[in-house]
């Protein structure tokens, strides 16, 4: 998990991350939800899949790997 982490992280800053995830997750969640049920369903579940993802990646990010979630000053 720290491989993935170490990873993960070094692909962009944590806060750059954080909305690339959300993003992708509001997207790929969003539009098939767009086309089944219209822009409400879309609205709601491609927040939802968005936030939870972007959580999932602070997790990661603080939970395993070492210093992720200090940034440089």
Known sequence: MRALADF???????????????AVAYL?????????RG??????FGTLAGVFVALAYIVL??????GG???PR
């Not at 790929?28 to 089944?36: E, N, Y």
């Open 8 to 22: 993960v992280v070094s692909l962009a800053p944590p806060p750059l991350m954080v909305a690339i995830v959300f």
């Open 28 to 36: 790929l969640v969003g539009i098939p939800v767009q086309f089944r």
């Open 39 to 44: 822009a409400r369903a879309r609205d709601a």
């Open 61 to 66: 990010v603080v939970g395993f790997h070492p």
């Open 69 to 71: 979630h200090m940034s």
